[in-house]
């Protein structure tokens, strides 16, 4: 093989991280552009050249890939992100008052065991902060999902504020007493959140059906 | 709300195409001669800001042709990346007339 062989070889596979939508318009390109800025006899890319690949990889398949024009779009990832920051919170939290759960629950029952407390991290807080996990990812793969302009937010947001607005008005309907202030405020927050998600997704009507990766302006 | 200011490397793009449809390589070159050897763009970097650039529809492909069987992508201004770039150096000149003028030195502007 020779270098000019080896070092096209050795760009591709690097370029393989880059989205297939991405590498079916530009790949062509993006290899003559590196080919043509190589010296003699180089046989691997250099290290500034794997960092640049990468790090532009990751943006391509991470960042938002709608115009910026699209306001509703950039808004409702907005939104997402704090649904995931109060989600966070709320995580960091439980596992933050653990102890001052336990110190609660010893001091109503003189004779509380190690195994009671298992027996309450396992029933209270560990389904809580499961939960929790889960929605964290739920609402990043959202604020991502809005921003490559994939259609399905449009169906799983209304559902998941549904849920969360059933779970709300169970609490304050029928559990009152059982679920804490904080709870309900934190509840309260997250489905606001929601509902001006579920809003700006659909007025985003535009945005999340034509401006997606691939669609790009013919020759003239 | 507050426009978001435009990126270097975005700025410098646009620049590099003001004056007629460019290929990478080009912009490459041209870029680093505006910016005076500053800036140098690698080809990640440019070709992940040109299809930024494309979806804001600030830029888009002129023209294709091949050259010693590498395909060689020529890409221009829109009229919205021209208005957008205009935009962006008065701004930029703007705030540049302001510190000059604050330091007192030539091509400032008198500000209260």
């Known amino acids: 093989m020779t270098d000019t062989e080896a070092l096209e070889r050795a760009y591709r596979r690097w370029l393989r991280y880059y989205p297939k939508a991405f590498r079916a318009e530009y790949e062509a390109e993006v290899l003559g552009l590196l080919m043509d800025g190589a010296r003699a006899g180089q046989r691997r890319p250099a290290p500034v050249e794997y960092l640049d690949l990468v790090r532009s990889a990751a943006c391509v398949r991470l960042c938002p890939r709608v115009a910026r024009s699209e306001r509703s779009v950039f ?3 907005k939104a997402m992100w704090v649904g995931t920051a109060l989600e966070f919170v709320t995580v960091i939290t439980l596992v933050a008052t653990m102890g001052t759960v336990r110190a609660n629950d010893a001091s109503q029952d003189p004779g509380f065991s190690a195994d009671q407390w298992h027996a309450t991290v396992a029933a209270r807080i560990d389904p809580n902060v499961i939960g929790g996990l889960v929605a964290i990812g739920f609402w990043l793969c959202l604020a991502w999902s809005i ?16 849920l969360n607005l059933y ?4 609490g304050v309907l029928h559990d009152a007493a059982a679920t804490s202030r904080p709870d309900l405020a934190v509840a309260f927050v997250l489905c606001l959140v929601e509902l001006v998600g579920v809003v700006l997704v659909f007025r985003a009507k535009v945005a999340t059906s034509t401006s997606r990766v691939g669609d790009y302006p013919s020759l003239p | 709300m507050a426009k978001r200011t435009m990126q270097e490397a975005t700025f410098l793009i646009l620049t590099a195409l003001a004056s007629g449809s460019q290929h990478g390589y080009g912009i490459i070159s041209d870029v680093e001669t505006i910016s005076e050897g500053r800036v140098r763009l690698r080809a990640g970097t440019l070709y992940s800001a040109l299809e930024r650039l494309r979806v804001d529809g600030l830029v888009r492909v002129d023209r294709e042709e091949v050259v010693e069987s590498r395909l060689r992508r ?15 150096a008065a701004r930029l000149q703007a705030d540049a007339a302001t510190a000059f003028g604050r330091l007192g030195l030539a091509g400032g502007r008198a500000v209260r």
Do not use: S
């Open chain 1, 75 to 77: 808004a409702a990832i």
């Open chain 1, 147 to 162: 921003g490559r302009g994939h259609r399905w937010p449009k169906v799983a947001l209304p559902v998941f504020f549904a």
């Open chain 1, 167 to 170: 779970g709300l008005l169970d």
């Open chain 2, 74 to 88: 020529y890409y221009r201004l829109t009229p919205e990346g021209k208005k957008q770039l205009a935009a962006e």
